[in-house]
């Protein structure tokens, strides 16, 4: 990372480092080659399902740690970090680190967000 960029980099990683926790969400990028060579009609759409897979997970801790009055955010600091947690952790090469979600108590509450309107993005047909 450029160390023009890495201030606000750094301020957020010493707000993570005073959480609780970190969730790591891998997908085992073997199961995911072994589908494709068993489901070769398939085998284009195996990584976009192990990713739509992930990110329901994702929604599910999130949901679980707020429900229990927890805080978290998900980040992605992949690819920056992958070998070095790879090697803390000595996980095997075929993990890919898809996110993290740092958690802990609520320090403030979340900003307002602005949306598309939902009638723009979703389609409803009968």
Known sequence: MP???FEGT???MAAFKAGAGTVLF???QTVVEKLQANFAAYADN???WSN???GMLQHVVWT???EAGVG???QHYNPLID???KSTWELPAKWKLIAQMPFGGIVTAPGEKEFQPVEDRVRVFK
């Open 83 to 85: 070998e070095e947690v």
């Open 52 to 54: 739509q897979s992930s």
């Open 26 to 28: 891998f997908e085992d």
């Open 64 to 66: 679980a740690l707020a």
């Open 10 to 12: 750094a301020q957020k």
């Open 72 to 74: 978290a955010s998900l």
């Open 46 to 48: 195996f990584p976009i």
């Open 3 to 5: 160390t023009e960029q």
